[in-house]
């Protein structure tokens, strides 16, 4: 069984704000509240609660039933006072009209939350998903009060 919530890659943060990055090649994503010019996403996080961040790319392994590696999102906020994870996949993109980023972005998604539900089926949390780009940084504005 793959552990989406194993420690090692796994931080958490209380503070209002907050964001995601993924600026070093092939190592996680991971959160902070620190260099925001480094954020690909913003979290904002009104009312500070505890929110813990699950790397998932280049962090869990992942493979499909051919034996392929399955594509993966970077990974998952867990937001449990709303009962919540929120699946992330960051796009460092210059212009969101070109390329075919968004379709790659879905399918990272829903490969990767496909095996979250395989390998987690009792997991009451709600679950959603969420694109980030340069252009569209924030998530969860008003969400966490």
Not at 70 to 95: D, H, R, S, T, Y
């Given at each position: 069984?793959?552990?989406?919530?194993?420690p090692?890659c796994?931080a958490?943060?209380?503070?209002?704000?907050?964001?995601?990055c993924?600026?070093?090649?092939?190592?996680?994503?991971?959160?902070?509240?620190?260099?925001?010019?480094?954020?690909?996403l913003?979290?904002v996080?009104?009312?500070?609660?505890?929110?813990?961040?699950?790397?998932?790319?280049h962090?869990?392994?992942?493979n499909?039933?051919?034996g392929?590696?399955?594509?993966?999102?970077?990974?998952?906020?867990v937001?449990?006072?709303?009962?919540?994870?929120?699946f992330?996949?960051?796009?460092?993109?210059?212009?969101p009209?070109?390329?075919?980023?968004?379709?790659?972005?879905?399918?990272q998604?829903?490969?990767?939350?496909?095996?979250?539900?395989?390998?987690?089926?009792?997991?009451s949390?709600?679950?959603?998903?969420?694109?980030?780009?340069?252009?569209?940084?924030?998530?969860?504005?008003?969400?966490?009060?």
């Amino acid at each position: 069984m793959v552990d989406f919530f194993a420690p090692n890659c796994a931080a958490s943060l209380s503070v209002s704000r907050f964001g995601i990055c993924d600026d070093r090649p092939h190592k996680p994503a991971y959160m902070t509240a620190e260099n925001a010019k480094n954020w690909l996403l913003e979290v904002v996080n009104q009312s500070a609660q505890t929110v813990d961040f699950h790397a998932v790319d280049h962090c869990i392994t992942l493979n499909r039933p051919d034996g392929k590696p399955a594509k993966k999102c970077e990974g998952l906020l867990v937001v449990q006072a709303l009962n919540q994870l929120i699946f992330l996949e960051l796009k460092a993109i210059q212009n969101p009209k070109k390329g075919n980023w968004k379709t790659e972005a879905i399918e990272q998604l829903e490969e990767t939350i496909a095996h979250f539900k395989q390998h987690h089926p009792n997991v009451s949390y709600r679950l959603r998903a969420h694109i980030g780009y340069p252009r569209k940084r924030q998530c969860g504005h008003g969400v966490y009060k």
